[in-house]
């Protein structure tokens, strides 16, 4: 990838994750990038294009998190893996996960995500299995109420500037998936 092209996706990344995607013009991406409006053209074809480029780019990141999870054969672990995604992927990749978790609002664009939301199934039944081998009880349910903690943490650190009593939060949730294997 050239590095005028790495930069585009940088700077669309970094705007459609804070002003949102229809918010965002490529005319402001260009300017961004100290290019002109045609190169996004010519790299991307359109503001789709890019938006898709970006997603993929996302879709290789996330996928490395996700093989380490589900391949993790400790369940504890595996476990713990998942509720530390959010946090590391908001501290390593903050503008990606923001752009995804703002999408699950907007349906049309989380439409063309379908991709990772089949990332996410994997996570989802990994973490599944993981609570059932650690005998919790109704370990489908267990799941959706770790996914709904999970994306009130996101929801919180996407919003608040101070993370601080994010660490206390995280050893909290993770105590509540030891306590049933001890």
Known sequence: MTEKKELILQKALALFSEKGYDNTPTSLIAKQAGVSEGLIFRH???KEGLFKAILE?????LESYINEI??????QKRIFLIIDLVPTMM????DFWTLHFTLKFNNSLYAKMK???KGFLLLFNA???ALEKLNFENSIQETHLLWTLLEGLTSQL???QDHSHTDLLIDFIKNKYTTKCI
């Open 44 to 46: 991307f074809e359109n």
């Open 57 to 61: 780019e996302g879709e290789k990141i």
């Open 70 to 75: 589900i391949t993790e054969t400790n369940y």
């Open 91 to 94: 501290k390593k990749e903050r």
């Open 115 to 117: 991709y990772q939301q």
């Open 127 to 129: 973490a599944t299995e």
């Open 158 to 160: 996407i919003v608040q």
